[in-house]
C-alpha cells in the first residue's frame, strides 16, 4: 500500500508533512501480507476507527485550554466526530496529552494509559508533552510524554493554535487507516527504556498496580 | 378512506401467507421471529438516527457545526461510531462483581427493548397490544433502573457507585410522577390498552380533550419521564462534572455501547409515549365532518405522522437539555416532592371530576366526539 | 407574603425565566454558524502575519543567508533549543574565521518566545506562519534551519524583505508555502 | 510609619528597622511571633493580611520573608525576615494561628527549603511527594536524576501528617496525626478529573453525598519554575511567567516586566505603557469569561461554555494579529513590549465593546436570572470577609465577600491611576456574587479600554536597555491586579544578571486553601460548583 492512498478529506496526501514515517510504517505492517477481502474488511473497519476518534483530554496546563477552545464553537472538534470526549479512560479512543507531565503526574499518565481499550492512540500536543519545552531542564519535569507512554502523533506548539491541533488529528486519522484488524496487530512502539530501568540499580522497574496483577 | 402508502396491507397478507401455508405452531413462530428482527432493526436504526441528530442540534444550539465530514453533513458519522463501539477491546476488569457486572448492560438495553415493543409505530404497527398496556409500559422500563443500581455497585467504583445511588433515588421518585401522569389519561380515555388510548383520540387528542388537567399531566409526564431516563437537565447519575461517567465509568466496548443506545433510546420512547398517550399517536389530524380534508390526511402515512410528533418532542426536549443546567441532586427531589406529586395529586382528581361532569372537549362538543 | 401565593409566584417567575433561557439557545439555532472549517478552508485561511510556528533561515537565490554563526540565539535561548555548530575556515587572506556547520532548532522544544529572533544581531532567523507541524516521529521535529551548501551572504545587497522582527513593528509578506516545504525536506536530522 | 516602627519596637526591642522599597523588620525566629502577633492585632491598621510567604536559602542561613498588608488599607506593606543557621534541622515558628493563609504556604516551604515550622499542625510536603531527595530550592540542592528517578509505579497516599507542637512548657513535641477518620468515606476528585480545572488532588470525605473534609493534593503539575528563574537571565525568566497562570499570562509578565524595571530603573515609554494596560484589561476579559465558561460547565450548562469560549476567541484573535500568541502573549519584555500594535488594532479592540456589552445582556438572559443557576449558586459556599483576608483570597472570589483588595485601586501601577473605572465589591460572599463579580468586571475592563483605545501615543514601544540586564543588589516587590486576584513577584538580586531568588506569589493557591473550609456541608455536586466560582488555575499554585 502506498501512502498516497491514505485518503483524507480536503486534505491531498501530498500536503502532509512526514510523509516518509508513515510509509515505513505501512512497510512494516505490510512486512507480514494479507489478502484482499480481509484488506477491504479491514478499510472499512479502519474507516469506523479513524472517524470516531473519542479523546480523553489529559489536560494539566495551557495546552488543555487550546483544547477546550478547539472544542467550541470557532474551531469544533465535532466535524471530525471527536467531540464526545469521555472521561473515563475506559471508553476513550485517544488519549490528547495536553501539558506538562511532571514526576508526580508520571505513574498517574500511565495508569490511565493502561486504563483505556485497545485500540487506543496517544496525541502528545504541545512543546511539554513532547519533550518537556520551557521546563526541560527543571528537575520536576519529564521530558516528555513517551517517556511513559507511546506516542503516536506528535503535535509541536507551546500551545498548538487549535488548527494545528486539527492537523495533528488528521495525521493520526491518517495513521489509523494504515493499521490492520485482520492478520497482524498494529505495532506497539516499544516504550522508552529510560523508564522502564531503574538509574540506580540498571533493573527493570516492574509496574504494580491493581490492572496488571 | 384510502391509505396507499399504509403497511397494515402488506401485513395481514403476510399474516395470511403464514396461517394458510404452515401449522399454527410454525406460523407463530416466524411471525414472532420476523416481529423480533424488525423491532430490534428499528431499534438499532432509531438509535443511530438519534445520535447523530442530537449531535447535530446540540452543535446548532452551540452555534457549532457538528459532524460534518462523513458523507455529506455527516449523516453517516453514527455508523463509524457503531463499527468503532462493535470492535472496541471490553476491558475485564479483576475486582468487580462478575456476574451482575456483566449483566448489568443487558438489564439496561431489555428494559428499553421490551418497551420499546409496545409502542405503536403506526396503524398497526405495533408489536404487542395488552389490555393493560399502560402498566406494561410503566412495569418494564422500570427493569432499567435495576440494571443502572447494578451497573454503579458492581463496578467496585466510588463514582459508579455514588451515580447509581442518586440514579435510585431519582428514578423511584419520579416513577410516581409518571405513573400518576399515565393514569391522568386512563382516567381521561377510559382504557388502559394503547391501541384503544390512540382510537380514542381521533378527533381530539388527549392533551386537548382533557384541557387544562391533561396539560398539566403532559408537561409534568415529559419532565418526569427526562428525569427518569437521566437525560439532562437530570442526568445527575453520570454528571460528568463531578462522576467522570457515573455509573458506566467502569464499562468499555459494546457494553458501554448498551449503555449508550439505551440513553438515547429511552429518550425516543418517553417522546413516543407521550405521543401515544398524549397527541394522538400516529393518528392525523382529523374533523368531524370534513371528509375532504381527512382524506388528504390519511394520505399521508400513519407512521410519518408518528415520527412528526415523536420528533417535535424530542427536539423540545434537547432543546431544554441544552439550554439549562444541571439540577442537584436535593433540587431535584424537591421538584418531585414539593412540586409536580402534589400538583399531579390534585391533577388527577379534577380530572376525575371533569371526566364525572363531562367537561372534557368531547362530552361539550359532539363534533369532538368519535 | 402568603405562602400560597408565595408557592405559585415562585412557579412563575421560574418559570418565566427558564423561557428566557430557551430563548437564547432557539436565537442561537437560526443564527449563522461561527465555526472555521479547517481543513476545507486552508485556502482561504488566514493565519495572522505575527503567529510564530516555525523557525526558518532565509536563505536567497544563490542558497546565501545571513547567519554568522555567532551562537547569540543559542545563548539566549531560555531552554537550549538552538544549538549552532560553526567550523574555523581559513579565507584567502589568512584569517581564520568562523562559518556556520548546522544551525539546529528543536520544533518540539520551542517556547516561541521570540527572543532569538530579536536578539540576532544579523537579521539571520525569523518565525513563519506555518503551523501544519504535527509528525510522526520526534526526530523529525529537530530541523537544521541551513541549507545544504549554502554559504553567508558576503555584503548587505539583495536583502529578502526583511519579516517582522519584534520591535520594528514592521508587517511582513508571510513566507511563500514552496519555500516552506522545501525547508521541511531539508531539515533532515537523524 | 513612625507609629508602625513604635509597635514593632514595642513588641520586640531587638528588631532591626530598615527602609528599603518596603518597610523591612529582620529578627530573630522566637520573637517573629511576637512580632506578628503585635502587627496583626494592631487596632488602628492590623495587618491581617499575608500577601506572601517566602523561603529563603541565604546559603548561611535559611529563613522565610513574610510580607504583610493591612485589609484596611492595602497600600500599607510591611516586609519580616526571620532565618536560622541551623541547616541540618532548620525550625522556625509558625503563625498559622493568625493567617490561615500559612498553612499551605509553610508546607510549601518545607517541601522546597526543608524548614519545618512548630505549631503548624500539619507539617507534611505541599507539592512534592513524601519521598523526594532534597530540598529543590536550597542552594545546594543536587539535581542528579538519578537521586529522584522518573517512576511509573503508584504511590501510596499517606495521611498521616507529622507536626512539631510546643507545649506549655515550651518544649518541642513530634508527633503523628491522622487526617481522616478511619471509617471516612474518601472519593479522589482529581488529579485528572473534568471538573478540578488542571490536576489538582482533592481528596474528598463523604456524609452520604455531604462534603465532609477535604484534603488539598497539589503538585501533580509543579514544574519547578522558581529554581529554572535561579538559573537564567531576566529577559529569559519572562516566558516563564507566562505559563503560570496561563489565562493572565500579560498580567503575569507585567508584573515581572514591572518589577525588573523598577529595581534597573528603567524609565517605559508611555506608548508602551498604553499598549500594556489594554492588553491587560483584554486579557482580563479572556481570563473572565473562561471563568465564566468554566464556570457554568461546573454546573452542568454545557452550551454556555462554549458561549464563552466563543466570545473569547474574539479577544484572542486581537492578541493572535498583535503578537502572533493566542493563549501565551509574549508581549511585554524589559522595557516596554514587544510589538507595535497592528494598524486595524484600535478598530477591532473598539468593534468588540459594542459585542461584547451585548453578549453580557444575553448571558444575564441565559444563565444568570436561571432558577436552577440561582439555586445552585445563591448562597452556597459562603465565605465571609473574615475568612477572605485570613485565607488571603484576593480578585472577583475576595471581592465577593466584600474584601476591598483590588490593586489596581490600593497600589496603582502603569495607567490605572489616570483610568476612571468601579472597584466591583459585593458582600453576600456566595458563588453568586463571585459569579457576578466577574461578569461586572468584563464591564469595567471594556469601560477602562474605551478611554485608553482612542489616545494611544505615537513613540517608542521599548525603552533602550542594555543586553545584559544586572539588578543592583536588593530585595524587589511588585504586585498586580490578575485575573484571578493579587499576582506579586519578588526578586531577590545580588546584582548578577541571574536573580538569586525569584518568588511569584499565586491567588489561585489562596483561593484553592479555602475551598475545606467553604465546601464544608455542602453537597458534592456543590462542591465543583464553588471550585467553579472560585476559578482557580493549577499550574499557578504549583508553579
Redesign the interface.
Given at each position: 500500500m502506498d501512502v498516497n492512498k491514505v485518503k483524507i478529506?480536503a486534505l491531498p496526501s501530498d500536503d502532509f508533512k512526514d510523509n516518509e514515517t508513515l510509509q515505513a510504517y505501512i512497510d512494516e505492517l505490510n512486512a507480514t501480507g494479507t489478502n484482499v477481502v480481509v484488506g477491504k474488511l479491514d478499510q472499512?473497519?479502519n474507516?469506523?476507527?479513524?472517524?470516531?476518534l473519542w479523546p480523553l483530554a489529559f489536560a494539566t496546563s495551557c495546552c488543555g485550554i487550546e483544547f477546550m477552545a478547539a472544542a467550541?464553537?470557532h474551531y469544533?472538534l465535532?466535524?471530525?466526530?471527536m467531540?464526545?470526549v469521555?472521561?473515563?479512560p475506559?471508553?476513550a479512543?485517544l488519549m490528547v496529552v495536553a501539558g506538562t507531565i511532571v514526576h508526580k503526574m508520571g505513574p498517574l499518565l500511565r495508569r490511565v494509559y493502561d486504563?483505556m481499550?485497545?485500540?487506543k492512540y496517544v496525541v502528545a500536543m504541545g512543546a511539554c508533552a513532547i519533550s518537556g519545552g520551557p521546563f526541560v531542564n527543571s528537575y520536576h519535569v519529564i521530558n516528555g510524554a513517551d517517556k511513559i507512554i507511546p506516542v503516536d502523533v506528535y503535535i509541536p506548539g507551546c500551545p498548538p493554535r487549535p488548527e494545528s491541533l486539527f492537523y495533528g488529528l488528521l495525521q493520526l486519522q491518517r495513521k489509523v487507516k494504515v493499521e490492520k484488524?485482520f492478520g497482524n496487530k498494529r505495532i506497539v512502539r516499544p516504550y522508552n527504556p529510560d523508564t522502564l530501568i531503574n538509574p540506580k540499580t540498571g533493573e527493570t522497574v516492574k509496574v504494580e498496580n491493581?490492572?496488571n496483577? | 378512506m384510502k391509505q396507499p402508502l399504509e403497511l397494515t396491507g402488506l401485513i395481514s397478507n403476510l399474516h395470511t401467507f403464514f396461517r394458510s401455508n404452515l401449522t399454527p405452531f410454525w406460523a407463530t413462530v416466524i411471525e414472532g421471529a420476523l416481529v423480533l428482527i424488525a423491532v430490534l432493526a428499528a431499534y438499532a436504526i432509531i438509535a443511530l438516527a438519534l445520535i447523530y441528530i442530537e449531535?447535530k442540534i446540540t452543535?446548532?444550539?452551540?452555534?457549532?457545526?457538528?459532524?460534518?465530514?462523513?458523507g455529506k453533513y455527516?449523516w453517516i458519522?453514527s455508523?463509524?461510531?457503531?463499527?468503532?463501539?462493535l470492535?472496541?477491546?471490553?476491558?475485564h476488569i479483576?475486582?468487580v462483581d462478575k456476574v451482575l457486572f456483566y449483566a448489568a448492560p443487558f438489564f439496561v438495553i431489555v428494559s428499553s427493548v421490551l418497551t420499546f415493543g409496545i409502542i405503536p409505530f403506526g396503524q398497526g404497527l405495533q408489536a404487542v397490544d395488552f389490555n393493560i398496556g399502560i402498566v406494561y409500559i410503566l412495569a418494564v422500563s422500570s427493569i432499567g433502573i435495576i440494571g443502572v443500581l447494578l451497573a454503579g455497585w458492581s463496578s467496585n467504583n466510588?463514582?459508579s457507585m455514588?451515580g447509581a445511588m442518586?440514579s435510585g433515588a431519582q428514578f423511584i421518585s419520579y416513577e410516581l410522577s409518571a405513573g400518576f401522569a399515565l393514569m391522568t389519561v386512563v382516567v381521561l380515555s377510559g382504557t388502559m390498552q394503547v391501541s384503544e388510548i390512540v382510537e380514542s383520540q381521533r378527533y381530539a387528542w388527549n392533551v386537548f380533550n382533557g384541557h387544562i388537567p391533561a396539560m398539566i399531566a403532559f408537561v409534568i409526564y415529559l419532565i418526569s419521564g427526562h428525569a427518569e431516563t437521566n437525560r439532562?437537565?437530570f442526568?445527575?447519575p453520570e454528571?460528568?462534572?463531578?462522576l467522570?461517567?457515573g455509573y458506566?465509568?467502569?464499562?468499555?466496548?459494546l457494553q458501554?455501547g448498551f449503555f449508550y443506545l439505551a440513553e438515547y433510546l429511552n429518550m425516543f420512547i418517553i417522546a413516543a409515549i407521550a405521543t401515544t398517550v398524549f397527541l394522538g399517536g400516529w393518528m392525523p389530524i382529523q374533523v368531524q365532518g370534513w371528509d375532504g380534508f381527512n382524506q388528504v390526511m390519511w394520505y399521508i402515512p400513519s407512521y410519518v405522522w408518528f415520527f412528526a410528533k415523536t420528533g417535535v418532542l424530542i427536539f423540545f426536549s434537547l432543546?431544554?437539555r441544552?439550554?439549562?443546567?444541571?439540577?442537584?441532586?436535593?433540587?431535584l427531589l424537591n421538584l418531585e416532592w414539593k412540586?409536580l406529586l402534589p400538583i399531579n395529586l390534585v391533577n388527577i382528581i379534577v380530572m376525575v371530576v371533569v371526566v364525572l361532569l363531562g367537561w372534557t372537549l368531547e362530552d361539550l362538543f359532539p363534533i369532538f366526539r368519535p | 407574603m402568603n405562602p400560597f401565593f408565595k408557592y405559585f409566584s415562585g412557579?412563575f417567575t421560574a418559570l418565566g425565566s427558564?423561557i428566557g433561557?430557551?430563548r437564547?439557545?432557539?436565537r442561537?439555532?437560526w443564527?449563522k454558524?461561527?465555526?472555521m472549517?479547517y481543513p476545507e478552508n486552508r485556502d482561504t485561511l488566514q493565519i495572522s502575519d505575527r503567529w510564530r510556528s516555525e523557525l526558518y533561515m532565509p536563505h536567497d537565490e544563490n542558497n546565501e543567508h545571513a547567519c554568522t554563526a555567532c551562537g547569540i540565539c543559542m545563548i539566549n535561548c531560555p531552554n537550549g533549543t538552538i544549538t549552532v555548530t560553526s567550523n574555523m575556515v581559513e579565507n584567502e587572506e589568512g584569517r581564520k574565521k568562523r562559518v556556520l556547520d548546522k544551525h539546529i532548532w528543536d520544533y518540539g522544544m520551542c517556547t516561541f518566545c521570540n527572543i532569538c529572533v530579536i536578539t540576532c544581531p544579523s537579521d539571520a532567523i525569523f518565525f513563519n506562519n506555518d503551523f501544519e507541524g504535527a509528525m510522526f516521529d520526534r526526530s523529525k521535529l529537530v530541523h537544521t534551519l541551513n541549507k545544504p551548501g549554502s554559504k553567508l551572504r558576503e555584503k548587505k545587497k539583495n536583502l529578502p524583505p526583511t519579516p517582522l522582527k519584534g520591535e520594528k513593528g514592521a508587517t511582513i509578506s508571510p513566507p511563500k508555502k514552496q519555500e516552506t516545504q522545501q525547508g521541511i525536506d531539508d531539515k533532515k536530522v537523524s | 510609619m513612625s507609629n508602625i516602627q513604635d509597635i514593632i519596637l514595642n513588641a520586640v526591642p531587638e528588631a532591626l528597622i530598615e527602609e528599603k522599597q518596603k518597610l523591612t523588620v529582620t529578627v530573630e525566629p522566637k520573637q517573629l511571633h511576637p512580632l506578628v502577633k503585635a502587627l496583626y492585632e494592631n487596632k488602628d491598621l492590623p495587618f491581617d493580611y499575608l500577601i506572601s510567604l517566602i523561603g529563603m536559602d541565604w546559603e548561611d542561613k535559611l529563613g522565610v520573608i513574610y510580607l504583610f498588608s493591612s485589609s484596611k488599607d492595602m497600600s500599607q506593606e510591611i516586609a519580616v525576615i526571620t532565618a536560622t543557621e541551623d541547616r541540618e534541622n532548620p525550625l522556625l515558628y509558625s503563625i498559622t494561628d493568625m493567617y490561615e493563609a500559612a498553612h499551605l504556604n509553610e508546607r510549601e516551604v518545607y517541601a522546597m527549603l526543608g524548614i519545618r515550622f512548630i505549631n503548624n499542625p500539619d507539617m507534611r510536603r505541599f507539592l512534592l511527594d513524601g519521598d523526594w531527595n532534597g530540598y529543590p530550592l536550597c542552594k545546594d540542592y543536587d539535581a542528579d536524576p538519578t537521586l529522584n528517578p522518573i517512576t511509573i509505579a503508584n504511590k501510596e497516599i499517606t495521611d498521616l501528617a507529622p507536626r512539631i507542637m510546643e507545649d506549655e512548657n515550651g518544649n518541642l513535641v513530634e508527633s503523628v496525626a491522622n487526617i481522616f477518620d478511619e471509617d471516612d468515606?474518601i472519593?479522589n476528585?482529581g488529579p485528572q478529573?473534568?471538573?478540578t480545572h488542571g490536576v489538582m488532588h482533592f481528596r474528598t470525605a463523604?456524609n452520604g453525598?455531604v462534603v465532609k473534609k477535604i484534603d488539598v493534593n497539589s503538585g501533580y503539575i509543579h514544574r519547578g519554575i522558581e529554581k529554572m528563574c535561579e538559573t537564567m537571565t531576566y529577559p529569559q525568566i519572562l516566558h516563564l511567567t507566562d505559563r503560570l497562570d496561563y489565562l493572565s499570562a500579560g498580567m503575569n509578565r507585567h508584573a515581572l516586566c514591572m518589577c525588573i524595571e523598577k529595581a534597573a530603573e528603567i524609565e517605559v515609554p508611555m506608548r508602551a505603557e498604553y499598549i500594556r494596560v489594554i492588553m491587560d484589561e483584554l486579557n482580563r476579559i479572556s481570563s473572565h469569561l473562561l471563568a465564566w465558561a468554566a464556570h457554568?460547565?461546573?454546573?452542568?450548562?454545557?452550551?454556555?461554555f462554549?458561549?464563552g469560549v466563543?466570545e473569547r476567541e474574539h479577544v484572542l484573535d486581537i492578541f493572535d494579529k498583535t503578537c502572533g500568541g493566542r493563549l501565551i502573549i509574549n508581549q511585554n519584555v524589559v522595557g516596554g513590549v514587544m510589538f507595535d500594535i497592528y494598524p486595524d488594532f484600535q478598530k477591532d479592540v473598539k468593534a468588540f465593546i459594542p459585542y461584547m456589552r451585548e453578549k453580557l445582556v444575553e448571558y444575564d438572559d441565559?444563565?444568570s436570572h436561571?432558577p436552577?443557576?440561582l439555586?445552585?449558586m445563591v448562597n452556597v459556599g459562603n465565605m465571609s470577609r473574615e475568612d477572605a483576608i485570613t485565607y488571603a483570597v484576593t480578585g472577583p472570589a475576595g471581592r465577593g465577600s466584600g474584601f476591598s483588595c483590588d490593586v489596581r485601586i490600593h497600589k496603582p501601577y502603569s495607567l490605572y491611576e489616570k483610568v476612571e473605572f468601579k472597584e466591583v465589591i459585593r458582600t453576600e460572599g456566595d458563588s453568586y456574587a463571585r459569579y457576578m463579580n466577574r461578569l461586572d468586571e468584563i464591564e469595567q475592563s471594556l469601560h477602562i479600554i474605551e478611554q485608553l483605545i482612542d489616545d494611544i501615543p505615537e513613540g517608542e514601544i521599548l525603552a533602550k536597555v542594555k543586553p545584559i540586564i544586572r539588578l543592583p543588589e536588593g530585595q524587589y516587590y511588585q504586585s498586580v491586579e490578575a485575573g484571578k486576584g493579587e499576582f506579586a513577584v519578588f526578586i531577590e538580586s545580588k546584582g548578577d544578571k541571574f536573580p538569586y531568588r525569584v518568588k511569584f506569589r499565586s491567588p489561585s493557591l489562596a483561593a484553592v486553601s479555602v475551598m475545606p473550609l467553604i465546601c464544608k456541608d455542602e453537597?458534592?455536586?456543590?462542591?465543583?460548583g464553588i471550585g467553579g466560582s472560585m476559578d482557580y488555575v493549577i499550574p499557578d499554585i504549583d508553579r
Open positions: 478529506k472499512m473497519i474507516w469506523g476507527r479513524a472517524n470516531s467550541a464553537a469544533d465535532a466535524r471530525f466526530g467531540e464526545v469521555r472521561n473515563s475506559r471508553q479512543d486504563q481499550a485497545e485500540p484488524f491493581e490492572f496483577k | 449531535r452543535a446548532f444550539f452551540q452555534s457549532r457545526l457538528g459532524p460534518n465530514r462523513l455527516g458519522q455508523v463509524a461510531d457503531l463499527i468503532k463501539i470492535i472496541k477491546e471490553i476491558i479483576n475486582k466510588k463514582y455514588i442518586r439532562g437537565p442526568d445527575l454528571a460528568e462534572g463531578e467522570t461517567a458506566h465509568t467502569e464499562y468499555s466496548g458501554f432543546w431544554v441544552w439550554s439549562f443546567p444541571r439540577l442537584r441532586i436535593d433540587l412540586y | 412557579i427558564l433561557g430557551l437564547v439557545t432557539w442561537e439555532l443564527r454558524k461561527v465555526t472549517q | 468515606y472519593i476528585i478529573h473534568p471538573s463523604l453525598e457554568c460547565n461546573d454546573l452542568g450548562a454545557t452550551t454556555a462554549v458561549y466563543r441565559f444563565f436561571n436552577i443557576a439555586n445552585r453537597l458534592l455536586t456543590d462542591f465543583i
